[in-house]
C-alpha cells in the first residue's frame, strides 16, 4: 500500500520539488503545501501574503524562491514583528498553512517540513497535532549558529530566543534530517535526546538540454541570489574581482550570467555598468527562472561560478547541480565546506581558473556527478521505513 508522505510545507522549490517527483515515481503518494499553483491532486496552494510572485502560475517551481519585496509588506507589522522578537516573515505564511491544514486536516503517515525558513519548523508541532500523524524536520542550513538572516547575526538577544523556539517547537518531533553534520551537529541539541536522525546530501538530476549562449563569449553562470540569499554574498566585490581577471585574460572575453533574484541595490549596480563604455566582463540578468530554464542555463555554460563567504561552513546547494552538467565548477570564497567536498576535481579557484580555462572544458571522466533525486528519496524511504511498525 502506497504511504502517503508529507505534506512538505516548503518555502525552498528544488529540493522539495525534486523529492516529491521522485517520491511520486516510486510509487508513494505525497501532498505538498506550497504557496505555488500546480496541476496536480494532492498539491494544496496557500497564497503568500506578502509577495505577488507567488501567485503568478508558474507551471513548475522557480529556480530560487522569488523573495517578499519590502515594499509591499506592512511597516507595522514588521515593525511589531520586530519588536516582539517574532522570527522571520515567513512566519505569517506558516501560520496561515497551520490554519488551513487544521481546518481541512488530510490523511497523512508522516509530516515533513523543510527549511529555511525555520517558521516551517515553528508551525510543526500545530500541523502534526491537527494530522495525527509523525513529523520529521529537514534542515537544509543552520539556525542561529552561523546565520544567514542578517538580523539574528546582529543580535545575540534574537538568537537566544530562536534557539529557546528551536527547543520548544523540536521537542515533539519524531525525526531529524539534514544535508550535512555541520548542520545536523546544532539541530540535534535542540531535540529530545535519541531523536532518530539521518542525513540526505544534497542532490539533483542531469540538466535538460542547454541553452545557446554566445560563442564568442567565455560563459561563465551563476544560479541563485546575492544578499538576498546570505547577506555576505557581495555582487560587487564579485564584479570587481571578475573586471580584475578579465584585464589579465587572453583570449575570448568573459561574459557572467546570473540566474537569481537580485536587490533593488543589485539591479542598480547593474544598470551603472551598462552605461559605463564597454565594461571588462558582461552580465547578463535574467532573474528568477523556472527550474528547467535555470538548469538549461547551467548546462550551456564554459563554467560555472559558486560564492561563498571566506568563512562558510555550509555545502552549497548549487554544487549538487552544477556538478550534474560534468562542466568546470569555478568556486570563490572558502570555509570548513571545501573539506566536505567529495569530487574536488570539479572545483577550480575562480582566480587561477579564468587565466586558464578555455572553453570545451570539462571535469575529469572519473569525477562522480553525484547524488541523483532517485536515490535520494530511496534514502529517505529506507530512513523512514526503519522508523514505521
Known amino acids: 500500500m502506497a504511504r502517503h508522505y508529507p505534506p512538505e510545507a516548503s518555502g525552498g522549490a528544488r529540493r522539495p520539488y525534486l523529492f516529491t517527483q521522485a517520491l511520486r515515481d516510486a510509487g508513494h503518494r505525497v501532498t505538498i503545501v506550497s504557496p505555488f499553483r500546480q496541476a496536480h491532486p ?10 505577488s510572485d507567488y501567485d503568478r502560475d508558474k507551471g513548475e517551481p522557480s529556480a530560487e524562491e522569488p523573495q517578499p519585496d519590502p515594499t509591499e509588506q506592512s511597516p507595522l507589522r514588521n515593525i511589531a514583528r520586530n519588536w516582539l522578537l517574532w522570527p522571520e516573515p515567513e512566519i505569517r505564511w506558516a501560520r496561515r498553512v497551520a490554519r488551513h491544514l487544521e481546518s481541512h486536516p488530510i490523511r497523512a503517515d508522516w509530516l515533513m517540513t523543510t527549511s529555511p525558513p525555520e517558521s516551517l519548523h515553528i508551525v510543526g508541532p500545530r500541523i502534526k497535532a491537527a494530522l495525527g500523524c509523525r513529523w520529521l524536520a529537514e534542515f537544509r542550513d543552520t539556525w542561529t549558529v552561523n546565520p544567514h538572516r542578517a538580523v539574528l547575526a546582529r543580535s545575540g538577544l534574537r538568537r537566544s530566543i530562536e534557539r529557546t523556539m528551536a527547543q520548544r517547537c523540536l521537542r515533539t518531533v519524531d525525526a531529524l534530517t539534514a544535508v550535512s553534520e555541520a548542520v545536523l551537529s546544532e539541530i540535534r541539541a535542540y531535540a529530545p535526546d535519541g531523536t532518530p536522525e539521518h542525513i540526505i546530501d544534497h542532490f539533483s538530476d542531469p540538466p ?38 578579465s584585464a589579465r585574460r ?23 555598468r551598462e552605461e559605463a563604455n564597454e565594461p571588462p566582463t558582461k552580465v547578463t540578468a535574467y532573474g528568477a527562472l523556472p527550474l528547467a ?30 556538478r550534474q552538467t560534468r562542466l568546470p565548477i569555478l568556486y570563490q570564497g572558502g570555509g570548513d565546506w571545501l573539506s566536505l567536498i567529495d569530487a574536488p576535481d570539479a572545483l577550480q579557484p575562480l582566480d587561477l581558473a579564468l587565466l586558464s580555462i578555455r572553453k570545451g572544458d570539462r571535469v575529469p571522466e572519473d ?10 528519496a530511496q534514502s529517505l524511504t529506507d530512513f523512514l521505513g526503519h522508523l514505521t511498525p
Do not use: M, W
Not at 494532492?42 to 509577495?51: A, K, T, W, Y
Not at 561574459?255 to 544598470?271: C, D, M, N, P, R
Not at 538549461?296 to 554544487?319: N, R, Y
Open 293 to 322: 530554464e535555470a538548469r538549461a542555463l547551467q548546462a550551456g555554460a564554459d563554467a560555472l561560478l559558486l560564492l561563498t563567504p571566506e568563512d562558510s561552513h555550509a555545502l552549497p546547494g548549487k554544487f549538487a547541480e552544477y
Open 367 to 376: 569525477c562522480p556527478p553525484g547524488l541523483n533525486a532517485a536515490a535520494a
Open 250 to 272: 587572453t583570449g575570448c572575453p568573459l561574459h557572467l550570467h546570473i540566474a537569481g533574484q537580485l536587490s533593488l541595490e543589485e539591479k542598480t549596480l547593474l544598470a551603472r
Open 208 to 245: 535538460p538540454a542547454p541553452k545557446d549562449l554566445p560563442k564568442s563569449d567565455l560563459n561563465i553562470v551563476h544560479s541563485g541570489g546575492f544578499t538576498l540569499s546570505d547577506r555576505r554574498r557581495k555582487l560587487d566585490t564579485l564584479l570587481t574581482r571578475l573586471d580584475h581577471l
Open 42 to 51: 494532492d498539491h494544496i496552494v496557500v497564497p503568500h501574503l506578502v509577495s
